[in-house]
């Protein structure tokens, strides 16, 4: 079992930027990766980001070119560095686990509690 632990979240202004964190602990498996999630009230569960150990990422067309994903393998942390935040980013932002690169929240079997990002002025 995975244990996920997300932090980072908070207000920020338009424009802004913030980095969630994701910390994994257990036993992830080298062929596991991890990806981001995020859901506003009352949409549902939107793919945001994907990054295999080895490095292989993967990342919506909503935030490529403002977000960032990485990983520090040492640290089994995952990072979502959001840049040029826009109020339609607000939402809730979750990190799961899966055993392949996939966008459908479906095949992520861990999730973290989620964090909560607001971009508003």
């Known amino acids: 079992q995975v244990q996920l632990v997300e932090s980072g979240g908070g207000v920020v202004q338009p424009g802004g930027s913030l980095r969630l964190s994701c910390a994994a602990s257990?036993?992830?498996?080298?062929?596991?990766?991890m990806g981001w999630f995020r859901q506003a009230p009352g949409k549902e569960r939107e793919f945001v980001a994907v990054?295999?150990?080895?490095?292989?990422?993967y990342l919506s067309d909503s935030v490529k070119g403002r977000f960032t994903i990485s990983a520090d393998n040492a640290k089994n942390t995952v990072y979502l560095q959001m840049n040029s935040l826009k109020p339609e980013d607000t939402a809730v932002y979750y990190c799961?686990?899966?055993?392949?690169?996939?966008?459908?929240?479906?095949?992520?079997?861990?999730w973290g509690q989620g964090t909560q990002v607001t971009v508003s002025s």
């Open positions: 257990g036993s992830t498996g080298t062929n596991y990766v």
């Open positions: 799961a686990s899966a055993p392949r690169i996939a966008t459908s929240p479906h095949v992520y079997d861990n």
């Open positions: 990054i295999s150990w080895r490095g292989n990422l």
